[in-house]
C-alpha cells in the first residue's frame, strides 16, 4: 500500500495537471462525506440502521 501511493506521489512530483486534479476530487470527496456523517442527526442515523431489519411492507417498494 505504500509503495503504491510512493509511486503515486512520484507521478505527482513530474507536475502533471491531472494527477493534482485527481487527487483533489478525491480528498474533497471524503471529506465532504465525513461532515455530512458527522452533522448526520442521531434520529437519522437510527433510522438508516434500522432500515435492513425493519419489515414494514408500506415502507418496501415492490417493482
Same mark, same amino acid.
Given at each position: !500500500?505504500?509503495? *503504491? ?7 505527482? #512530483? ?8 485527481? *487527487? ?7 471529506? *465532504?462525506?465525513?461532515? !455530512?456523517?458527522?452533522?448526520? #442527526? ?22
Amino acid at each position: !500500500m505504500v509503495k *503504491l501511493v510512493r509511486e503515486y506521489t512520484d507521478a505527482l #512530483s513530474n507536475s502533471n495537471v491531472f494527477a493534482y486534479i485527481g *487527487l483533489f476530487i478525491f480528498i474533497t470527496f471524503f471529506i *465532504l462525506l465525513l461532515v !455530512m456523517v458527522k452533522k448526520m #442527526s442521531k434520529e437519522r442515523v437510527d433510522e438508516l440502521s434500522n432500515l435492513p431489519l425493519d419489515n414494514d411492507d408500506s415502507k418496501n417498494v415492490n417493482f
